[in-house]
């Protein structure tokens, strides 16, 4: 079975434009949730999705979103890009909806690496 | 309101000896508490999970935890390091209603041969 994918793997913006990423979930499952992990932050929750609807949501800004379509692939966009937006985002998917996997265990995707100079 | 502190940023032990990686929670209500391991360029794993079940966790790789309410403590432990275990461990607090989570800093630890 096919584990969580990410792409890309990594990404190098400038600040002010937009980035996408995308996160492929294991099949069958149908939540997926984003992290960012920053050098100075650490693990910081974004959001997650559950049957395409936002479910859960952490303290970011507007500027990022996301979405998850109807075969649960998910996409998280950042808008107006920050120098501190750099970091690690990580994708995870488990089967039902909940965060940390206390009913579902989530299972993590690589990451992208996103730089912005 | 939860939180949770990793004693640790960086733990050295030699292979063969015990492991102890200490984690601290701050919780209202009664938390769900994990412990992930993340390897160089890898994702987060699942190492284990305490639900207010056994207090005492055992989880893959050998590892465990234990669960104690009056210290506000979930350290994780296991007998004997080996190299692989080498990488960053994160504890992870949600409250009772599973909206949140938080993660603790990380603590790095290293295996000497």
């Known amino acids: 079975k096919a584990g969580v994918t990410q792409t890309p793997r990594y990404l190098i913006k400038t600040r002010g434009q937009q980035v996408t990423l995308s996160c492929s979930p294991i099949?069958?499952?149908?939540?997926v949730s984003w992290y960012q992990q920053t050098p100075g932050q650490g693990l910081q929750f974004l959001f997650e999705?559950?049957?395409?609807?936002?479910?859960n949501k952490g303290n970011f800004p507007g500027r990022f979103s996301g979405r998850q379509f109807s075969n649960s692939r998910s996409e998280m966009n950042v808008s107006t890009l920050e120098l501190g937006d750099s970091a690690l985002y990580l994708c995870a998917s488990s089967l039902g909806q909940g965060l940390a996997g206390v009913y579902n265990e989530q299972f993590f995707g690589p990451g992208t690496r996103l730089t912005v100079l | 309101a939860q939180s949770v502190t990793q004693l640790d940023s960086h733990v050295s032990v030699s292979e063969g000896t015990p492991v102890l990686l200490r984690c601290n929670y701050s919780s209202s209500y009664s938390p769900s508490l994990f412990w992930y391991v993340q390897h160089p360029n890898k994702g987060l794993q699942l190492l284990l999970k305490y639900t207010s079940a056994a207090t005492l966790v055992k989880g893959i790789n050998g590892f465990e935890a234990e669960f104690k309410k009056s210290e506000t403590s979930f350290h994780l432990t296991k007998p004997s390091a080996h190299m692989s275990d080498a990488a960053e461990y994160f504890c992870?607090?949600?409250?009772?209603?599973?909206?949140?989570?938080?993660f603790g800093a990380g603590t790095r630890l290293t295996v000497k041969p």
């Open positions: 099949s069958g499952h149908r939540s």
């Open positions: 999705y559950f049957s395409e609807t936002q479910r």
């Open positions: 992870v607090v949600t409250p009772y209603n599973n909206n949140d989570m938080r």
